[in-house]
């Protein structure tokens, strides 16, 4: 059957709502054409008056919806639907009438893409031009179909994939079709080794530019490409695009030439992502050796994940790179990055980088300074050392701890003490310590003594009377600690206060006898919530430390949680004769501590209201 009606059958069908025809591989034409005596008899007008959809899938042989020159009115029609019909060039040789419909949704493959051309006679030969799109290895044989050039002359949006013979989207000889494009998509594409064409602009020894109107690029499990655009002396232009996005592109070792860098001005995010063997974003130019500034003057946010290879922004030593309005940065699992780039950088309004996992780092002193430390994340050299003093020899990471308020320490297996004895005042500005999994962490804050063996300092220096050293942490958590016998303790004058502490957690931390001394309890006024879990050794909450205060009694003000978890050798809070009041707590969990009948002797828990 190589027909589905006849002209007059057509006619009757005057209630038909949804057509479909599907998978019949002899089908040429849907209505008939008749012979010329049947058509003396009958109108020119096939009018469908109640067709609202109309769907023609998987006919090899379909060449039209009628050969004859009928003409078609679907006063009601709205939805058309073609997939794997690639030989349709036309739709009938009459006029068709379709004041409802705006678009046509052609699929070949696994490409569909939704277009309209006027009428449907102009649009159905882009479904033959689909097929020959996805079958070559260029997009040369374009110019010899005027369909195809007043479509993509017109076309805003495009969407490239599964592709698996094109080795380049854009050939030099058609670069001005897609010029008025506003997004492109490309992905799936297996051979394409390059978007835009380059060597066709070298042989012909092209000057003038094109301009693109393109604002959102996006190129996706592209395994063979190698460039997006080369160094075209300044050929093609881009400065109206504001989205790059390039994902798992393999073969990809940078993004940029220089000069094409320099005419991104409107460009607001950059997203870069596995592509493992990405290297650096500009390209090192050969042509000169003159110090130069690249701006991104709109570049807001820059995403950099999983960037195996990756060691750098630029490793043009001569080139400084300006982010004036970059607010947001992702720097994620780039393990070879050591620095931004190699010449200098600014970024006014960048505060922190994110790492990935929920880690930030503020900045420090420029972003290179910032990007070399936190990849060593402050624990690198900790890890070889017994103790931080290699701090004071290095002034880069002086500048850090400066400007840092977050700090984690974890992994080392030799690190004595987290904050050494003669650094107190390097870490009173930060807000949140984390230390966890160090295997050999004796105390966090170190007391020391004459006789404890440490005389490779200045004695003077341990010997000031009452030295306050205030600090304004918020957050302390300690995980996993098994050697940890303090976290801190008065010592020869030295006084360490935590006024601003709000959340103090301890886990894991085998070696603890005890927590807290009074004086240092006194002093929490603003702790919200207290936690200790898994502690197996800890056996009260306070150390019993002769008091020179004749009041026994100890507040904290602001705790609303209190949490005992896991204590097999907690007995009390304190074994001395101290009343504690907790005015504002609402939360106690005390949960198999087998000892802790007397924890609550001497709490006294009053509510403020």
């Known amino acids: 059957m190589s027909c589905l009606f006849s002209p007059s059958t057509s006619k009757s069908l005057i209630h038909l709502q949804v057509l479909e025809i599907c998978g019949c591989g002899d089908i040429e034409e849907i209505v008939s054409f008749e012979d010329t005596k049947v058509m003396s008899v009958i109108s020119n007008k096939i009018v469908f008056h109640n067709l609202q959809h109309l769907k023609l899938e998987n006919l090899p042989k379909l060449k039209a919806f009628c050969k004859g020159s009928y003409d078609f009115d679907f006063p009601l029609l709205h939805e058309v639907f073609l997939k794997n019909c690639h030989m349709m060039e036309i739709f009938s040789f009459g006029s068709s009438y379709t004041p409802k419909l705006d678009k046509v949704t052609m699929e070949i493959g696994n490409v569909a893409k939704n277009i309209w051309m006027g009428d449907l006679n102009a649009t159905m030969p882009l479904c033959k031009g689909m097929l020959t799109f996805q079958t070559s290895e260029t997009l040369r044989w374009i110019k010899q179909h005027s369909w195809a050039l007043r479509y993509l002359t017109k076309e805003k949006e495009l969407t490239i994939e599964g592709f698996q013979r094109l080795l380049n989207l854009v050939p030099s000889n058609v670069m001005h079709l897609f010029q008025n494009l506003n997004q492109l998509t490309i992905k799936d594409c297996d051979s394409l080794v390059e978007v835009f064409e380059s060597q066709g602009i070298i042989m012909m020894n092209k000057k003038e530019v094109t301009n693109y109107e393109l604002q959102s690029m996006s190129l996706q499990h592209l395994p063979k490409l190698t460039h997006i655009w080369k160094i075209h002396g300044g050929v093609l232009g881009f400065k109206k695009l504001r989205v790059l996005k390039v994902e798992h592109c393999g073969s990809l070792c940078s993004l940029f030439s220089p000069s094409m860098a320099k005419s991104l001005v409107q460009l607001?995010?950059?997203?870069?992502?596995?592509?493992?063997?990405?290297?650096?974003?500009?390209?090192?130019?050969?042509?000169?050796?003159?110090?130069?500034?690249?701006?991104?003057?709109?570049?807001?946010?820059?995403?950099?994940?999983?960037?195996?290879?990756?060691?750098?922004?630029?490793?043009?030593?001569?080139?400084?790179?300006?982010?004036?309005?970059?607010?947001?940065?992702?720097?994620?699992?780039?393990?070879?990055?050591?620095?931004?780039?190699?010449?200098?950088?600014?970024?006014?309004?960048?505060?922190?980088?994110?790492?990935?996992?929920?880690?930030?780092?503020?900045?420090?002193?420029?972003?290179?300074?910032?990007?070399?430390?936190?990849?060593?994340?402050?624990?690198?050299?900790?890890?070889?050392?017994?103790?931080?003093?290699?701090?004071?020899?290095?002034?880069?990471?002086?500048?850090?701890?400066?400007?840092?308020?977050?700090?984690?320490?974890?992994?080392?297996?030799?690190?004595?003490?987290?904050?050494?004895?003669?650094?107190?005042?390097?870490?009173?500005?930060?807000?949140?310590?984390?230390?966890?999994?160090?295997?050999?962490?004796?105390?966090?804050?170190?007391?020391?003594?004459?006789?404890?063996?440490?005389?490779?300092?200045?004695?003077?220096?341990?010997?000031?009377?009452?030295?306050?050293?205030?600090?304004?942490?918020?957050?302390?958590?300690?995980?996993?600690?098994?050697?940890?016998?303090?976290?801190?303790?008065?010592?020869?004058?030295?006084?360490?206060?935590?006024?601003?502490?709000?959340?103090?957690?301890?886990?894991?931390?085998?070696?603890?006898?005890?927590?807290?001394?009074?004086?240092?309890?006194?002093?929490?006024?603003?702790?919200?919530?207290?936690?200790?879990?898994?502690?197996?050794?800890?056996?009260?909450?306070?150390?019993?430390?002769?008091?020179?205060?004749?009041?026994?009694?100890?507040?904290?003000?602001?705790?609303?949680?209190?949490?005992?978890?896991?204590?097999?050798?907690?007995?009390?809070?304190?074994?001395?004769?101290?009343?504690?009041?907790?005015?504002?707590?609402?939360?106690?969990?005390?949960?198999?501590?087998?000892?802790?009948?007397?924890?609550?002797?001497?709490?006294?828990?009053?509510?403020?209201?």
């Open 268 to 609: 607001w995010h950059l997203r870069v992502h596995n592509c493992h063997m990405m290297e650096e974003i500009i390209e090192e130019s050969s042509s000169s050796n003159e110090d130069q500034i690249i701006v991104f003057p709109l570049l807001n946010k820059l995403e950099l994940r999983h960037l195996t290879n990756f060691k750098c922004f630029s490793s043009e030593r001569t080139l400084d790179i300006e982010l004036p309005s970059c607010e947001e940065m992702v720097i994620e699992k780039c393990p070879n990055m050591t620095s931004f780039c190699y010449g200098d950088v600014k970024t006014p309004k960048l505060l922190q980088i994110y790492k990935g996992s929920y880690e930030y780092v503020d900045l420090m002193v420029d972003l290179n300074a910032t990007i070399h430390y936190a990849n060593k994340n402050s624990k690198v050299p900790q890890q070889t050392l017994e103790r931080s003093r290699f701090i004071e020899q290095d002034h880069h990471l002086l500048d850090y701890l400066r400007s840092q308020t977050e700090l984690f320490v974890e992994d080392s297996e030799t690190l004595l003490h987290c904050v050494p004895f003669n650094m107190f005042h390097r870490f009173q500005h930060i807000k949140q310590l984390k230390v966890r999994e160090c295997g050999s962490i004796v105390e966090i804050f170190e007391s020391k003594s004459k006789s404890n063996g440490d005389d490779d300092d200045d004695d003077e220096g341990y010997c000031y009377p009452k030295t306050f050293y205030n600090y304004n942490m918020q957050e302390l958590h300690l995980y996993a600690l098994p050697k940890l016998m303090n976290i801190w303790r008065e010592n020869h004058g030295r006084i360490l206060t935590f006024g601003n502490l709000r959340k103090l957690k301890i886990g894991f931390c085998g070696g603890l006898k005890s927590l807290l001394s009074p004086s240092i309890a006194r002093g929490l006024s603003q702790l919200q919530e207290f936690s200790v879990h898994e502690c197996e050794e800890l056996e009260k909450i306070m150390s019993d430390e002769e008091s020179i205060h004749n009041v026994k009694i100890i507040e904290f003000p602001s705790l609303q949680w209190l949490t005992l978890y896991q204590l097999p050798s907690l007995g009390c809070f304190c074994s001395s004769s101290y009343h504690f009041e907790l005015p504002s707590c609402h939360d106690i969990i005390i949960k198999e501590c087998p000892k802790i009948e007397a924890c609550c002797k001497g709490i006294t828990k009053t509510f403020q209201n």
